[in-house]
C-alpha cells in the first residue's frame, strides 16, 4: 500500500469514521467541515444553562463493527443506554411502543462520540468548500471563507449529503448526479423547548404519525444531561419537506399547535429552532458508499447505507478499507 494525502468534505459521523481508518491504514487525511465543530447531525445546541440535541435522536447498533466500536464509546464513557418509555400515537390514540432495540446516545451530548473520533485527526472547521478541480492528479479544493487551499491531495472523499455532492461533483464525475438523484433527501423542521419545570407528560418519547410532528422526546432523560428542562420536536420529513422555505414564526407556530394537542404545551416555553435542509433520506440501492478509482474520488454517507447513524459509521470505515487495497 502506498500511502496517499486525502481530503474529506464533510466531518459527520461517515466522514469522520471513514477517516479514523484511513489514519490507522497509514494515510495522511484532512477533514474539511463547514460548521464549526464535528458531529453532522450528530449535533447538540447549547445556549445559556441548556442543551438540546437537535439532530439525531439516538442509535442503535446491529453490525458487529459498529457494535465492537459503541462498547468501546461505552468504555471511554461517551455513549450509554437510553431507556426511555416510548409511546405511538395515531389515529387520536396512544399506545406503548414495543421493540427490543437497545437505543444508546451521547453522552453528555449526542455530539460526544464524533469529538471522540475526532481527536488527533487534522480538522478545519468553518471550511465551506465550494469548488473542486483536478489538476495533473491532484485534487485541489476552495473554501468560500478562505479561498483556495494551496495544498493538492492524492484522493477525495465527499462525506456529505447527496444533493451537496451532486452540487460539487457533478461536473467531474456524471455518475455522482445519477447516485444523489437517487438520494431522495427531505428536510427536517426542529423544536428546542426549555421549561422552568417538567412538563405534565405521560411518556418521554413518542413517535407520531400522520401528524405535523412525527417525534417528541424529553432531552432531559438523556443519560448525562443537565441545565434546564429541555425537550425536542421534530416535524415529519413530508411536511418538513414541502414547507422548508416557511418563515420560522408559522412553523413554531404550527408546530407547537400541533405539541399542544399531543399533551405537551410548550407556551410558558422558551423556544428555538433549527431547519435541517438535508436531513433524511437514502438510496433506493443500497451502495454502501461510492468510489472512481480512476479519478480517485469518493462518496460516504448514511444517505447511501440505510440512512442511520450505525449505517454512516460503516459507510465511512468500509470507503477506507476499500480505498487501501
Not at 46 to 70: C, K, M, N, S
Not at 98 to 103: A, F, G, K, L, M
Not at 208 to 237: H, M
Amino acid at each position: 500500500m502506498n500511502p496517499k494525502t486525502i481530503a474529506i468534505v464533510g466531518a459527520g459521523l461517515a466522514g469522520l469514521s471513514c477517516a479514523v481508518r484511513l489514519k490507522e491504514l497509514g494515510h495522511h487525511v484532512e477533514l474539511f467541515e463547514k460548521s464549526r465543530g464535528a458531529a453532522g447531525r450528530m449535533s447538540t445546541k447549547r445556549g445559556e444553562d441548556w442543551a438540546a440535541d437537535h439532530g439525531a435522536q439516538y442509535f442503535t447498533a446491529r453490525d458487529p463493527l459498529f457494535i465492537a466500536q459503541v462498547e468501546k464509546w461505552q468504555a471511554d464513557q461517551v455513549v450509554a443506554l437510553w431507556t426511555p418509555e416510548i409511546k405511538v400515537y395515531e389515529a387520536k390514540q396512544w399506545t406503548t411502543f414495543q421493540s427490543q432495540d437497545r437505543r444508546f446516545v451521547g453522552t453528555p451530548a449526542m455530539n460526544t462520540p464524533a469529538k471522540e473520533l475526532a481527536k488527533g485527526l487534522v480538522l478545519h472547521t468553518s471550511q465551506t468548500i465550494d469548488a473542486l478541480s483536478r489538476q495533473e492528479g491532484q485534487w485541489f479544493l476552495r473554501s468560500a471563507e478562505a479561498g483556495d487551499i494551496a495544498q493538492g491531495f492524492d484522493a477525495l472523499i465527499l462525506a456529505i449529503p447527496g444533493p451537496q455532492a451532486f452540487t460539487l461533483a457533478q461536473h467531474l464525475d456524471p455518475e455522482i448526479k445519477a447516485i444523489a438523484e437517487q438520494s431522495n433527501m427531505k428536510g427536517c423542521w426542529t423544536i428546542m423547548a426549555r421549561f422552568q419545570q417538567t412538563p405534565k407528560v405521560a411518556h418521554e418519547a413518542a413517535f407520531v404519525n400522520q401528524e405535523i410532528i412525527s417525534w417528541i422526546a424529553r432531552n432531559s432523560s438523556k443519560p448525562g444531561r443537565t441545565g434546564k428542562e429541555s425537550w425536542t420536536i421534530q416535524a415529519n420529513p413530508l411536511w418538513s419537506q414541502e414547507f422548508i422555505e416557511l418563515s420560522q414564526e408559522d412553523v413554531v407556530g404550527q408546530m407547537l399547535a400541533c405539541a399542544k394537542k399531543l399533551g405537551l404545551d410548550c407556551s410558558t416555553a422558551e423556544i428555538s429552532v433549527h431547519r435541517w435542509r438535508y436531513a433524511s433520506g437514502t438510496t433506493t440501492k443500497t451502495l454502501g458508499f461510492y468510489t472512481n478509482s480512476a479519478l480517485q474520488l469518493n462518496l460516504c454517507g448514511d444517505w447511501l447505507n440505510g440512512g442511520r447513524v450505525e449505517g454512516a459509521w460503516l459507510s465511512g470505515h468500509h470507503l477506507a478499507n476499500k480505498i487501501s487495497t
